[in-house]
């Protein structure tokens, strides 16, 4: 099952499964399932669901944007080994499960 590894700096902080049925969202607010403790990062900043395509990165309309692979992104398809960066956390997509 394709999952996200959180991390600050090299110091992994967690990983979650992603679901083919189940929107992920991420922010610094209570109510995300990914919740990063940041300033740099939005209340609702990004979320990740599924598609046709595979599994997408959207940015909420964010402050600070979301960056995948070093470039800013509004949506994106997610593909093994992409970094995703928010605020000052990378999040690196795996799709080998």
């Known amino acids: 099952m ?3 590894t959180l991390k600050f ?3 992994i902080v967690n990983r979650y499964k992603l679901d083919p049925e189940k929107t992920l969202h991420i922010g610094r607010r209570k109510t995300n399932d990914i919740i990063i403790e940041n300033l740099a ?3 609702n900043h990004a979320k990740v669901e599924f598609s046709k395509d ?3 990165i959207t940015d909420l309309q964010s402050k ?3 960056y995948v692979n070093k470039k800013p992104i509004s949506s994106c398809v997610l ?3 992409d970094v995703i960066r ?3 956390h ?3 997509f795996s799709d080998k499960g």
């Open 2 to 4: 394709p999952f996200l």
């Open 9 to 11: 700096r090299d110091t």
């Open 41 to 43: 990062v939005s209340g």
């Open 54 to 56: 595979g599994f997408v």
């Open 64 to 66: 600070n944007g979301t």
């Open 79 to 81: 593909k093994d080994r």
């Open 86 to 88: 928010i605020g000052m």
């Open 90 to 92: 990378t999040l690196i």
